[in-house]
């Protein structure tokens, strides 16, 4: 059974960098996108972007010029940076699976909530 | 961007009801279309993928239909456990969206 993990500060400071980790068992991470979703406190669900195998990249057009994402396969991990926090930063932080031919979600981490305030 | 419309926000069901939920996109994307179910507290769960197919494990109660703007999902005998908040996402090209949700709420 392939499990998520998320890791990561819980509260970070208005104008710094968040940085998650997510941790992945039970399965390969060849042939699937590595994504990165949040979810702001009663709101909605929002894609960040996702990285693959070899390191490439796809980014939310409305995120682009503040996160970095990156992927170690030999850990199983892959990860997320968000500079420049504002509280509308402030969300549930899920990292998923995509599968490569259809991009759907097919499997979460449980999510991580990251606070921005000083 | 795709936008993803759904309808109704919100609706109150009793046990055994059928529950329709829509999703309209803003272009055609074929049956680029997704379902999720999302409990109070946890993740998002996979129900259906290309509009229409059952992940493996859902309950058949579930199903879903469409294409191109618009998709339907339907709940043909709510239970208990099918209280929750349900999403469409659109699977068709970048970046990835999500409707805005519809709670299923206890009538």
């Known amino acids: 059974q392939v499990q998520l993990q998320e890791s990561g500060p819980g509260l970070v400071k208005p104008s710094e960098t968040l940085s998650l980790n997510c941790t992945v068992s039970?399965?390969?991470?060849?042939?699937?996108?590595w994504s990165w979703i949040r979810q702001p406190p009663g709101k909605g669900l929002e894609w960040i972007g996702y990285v693959y195998k070899s390191g490439s990249t796809d980014y939310n057009p409305s995120l682009k010029s503040r996160v970095t994402m990156s992927i170690d396969t030999s850990k199983s991990q892959f990860s997320l940076k968000l500079n420049s926090v504002t509280a509308a930063d402030t969300a549930v932080y899920y990292c998923?699976?995509?599968?490569?031919?259809?991009?759907?979600?097919?499997?979460w981490g449980q999510g991580t909530l990251v606070i921005v305030s000083s | 961007d795709i936008q993803m419309t759904q309808s109704p926000s919100s609706l109150s069901a009793s046990v055994g009801d059928r529950v329709t939920i829509t999703c309209r996109a803003s272009?055609?994307?074929?049956?680029?279309l997704n379902w999720y179910q999302q409990r109070p507290g946890k993740a998002p769960s996979l129900l259906l993928y290309?509009?229409?197919t059952l992940k493996s494990g859902v309950p058949s109660r579930f199903s879903g239909s469409g294409s191109g703007t618009d998709f339907t999902l339907t709940i043909s005998s709510l239970q208990p456990e099918d209280f929750a908040t349900y999403y469409c996402q659109q699977s068709y090209n970048a970046p990835r969206t999500f409707g805005q949700g519809t709670k299923v709420e206890v009538k």
């Open positions: 039970g399965g390969s991470m060849t042939s699937y996108y």
């Open positions: 272009q055609s994307i074929s049956t680029y």
């Open positions: 998923a699976r995509a599968r490569q031919q259809v991009v759907d979600f097919d499997y």
């Open positions: 290309t509009a229409s």
